[in-house]
């Protein structure tokens, strides 16, 4: 609720009507709150209650430039892909480019990712990834509230796979890495374009 932006920025969350909407009890969702409190989604005031933190650019620096740093290493560690992995990459780069639905498109792109590293056999890196794509999600689908164009990575991820097919893995990951950290821009300038507005607020 709060990634597809149910639960908007700034909002304060109510344990009871958010305990019946989800029809669970208090307990289970307070420990739910709790562990997004420590991940950073939310914070906590003493007597008042969690809140949904905003959308930074410094958050967002932080989350981002790590994942420059797992996906290319997981990408080492898998090693070169077999002809089937590289095909079922081809596959959905091609749903990629026909999809027109953003949140579809941030799927489709995830899946990609985790398709390219699938064979690294460190799980915790794996786990690290599918983290860190939970915590950027947010400020993808904040974006595509704002923007209809989406651009996708559909060329890059091609450049990738024929890196690949040509048995150059060190190649490929310097272009994973490339891609992301170019991915990260549209995101940046959103935030930076929103900061006048943040101010004024104040």
Known sequence: MVVDGTLPAGVR????????????????????????VREGTLASTPRIGAFVKPL?????????????LLD???????????????????????????????????????????ALVECCPNQM????????????RRYELALMRERLQVATAVGTHSEIIGALRGGELNEACKIL????????????????NKEPDRCAAR
């Open 125 to 136: 890196l794996l786990e690290l990834i599918r983290d860190f794509m939970g915590r950027t």
């Open 72 to 114: 290319p290493e997981a990408l080492r560690l898998a090693g070169l892909p077999s002809p089937q992995q590289l095909e079922r990459l081809e596959r959905l780069n091609r749903r990629i480019a026909a999809a027109a639905d953003p949140d579809r498109i941030i799927d489709l792109d995830d899946e990609w990712h985790l």
């Open 177 to 192: 890495k490339r891609n992301m950290e170019a991915g990260g821009q549209p995101i940046r300038q959103w935030l930076r």
């Open 13 to 36: 969350l109510n344990e009871v009507h958010l305990a019946q909407q989800l029809g669970v009890s208090r307990t289970p969702l307070r420990e739910a709150l709790a562990r997004l």
């Open 56 to 68: 930074t650019i410094e958050e967002f620096d932080q989350i981002y430039s790590i994942r420059t």
